[in-house]
């Protein structure tokens, strides 16, 4: 099992920057992928970014450029998983969340607001 909270969502206005943060316990060793989502009203819940346990990193085209993930790197794991947004526009807004796979199951994070709003 993998326990997830994510924390440092909030409200910035566009142009403003949030880091988010997703603390990580328990069978760390076994996750080989790292991601986080994002779901806004009356939308799926869609990929913003993922980080394997080798170091590869995938963007979606939204936030390329803005977005950068990253772990707390040890032994080819992470204990925690982080998402810096710069630039962030009013399509931002969204519940973030930190997601990680492992060979038989996929954990979630509770979510943490995000609201870019002027």
């Known amino acids: 099992q993998v326990q997830l909270v994510e924390s440092g969502g909030g409200l910035v206005q566009p142009g403003g920057s949030l880091r988010l943060s997703c603390a990580a316990s328990g069978s760390v060793l076994k996750i080989n992928t790292w991601g986080w989502y994002r779901q806004a009203p009356g939308h799926q819940r869609k990929l913003v970014a993922s980080?394997?346990?080798?170091?590869?990193?995938?963007?979606?085209d939204s936030v390329k450029g803005r977005f950068t993930i990253s772990g707390d790197n040890n032994n080819h794991t992470h204990s925690g998983l982080y998402l810096e947004m710069n630039s962030l526009k009013l399509e931002d807004t969204a519940v973030y969340y930190c997601n990680a796979d492992d060979p038989t199951d996929d954990y979630w994070g509770q979510g943490t607001q995000v609201t870019v709003s002027s």
């Open positions: 980080l394997t346990s080798g170091g590869s990193t995938i963007y979606s």
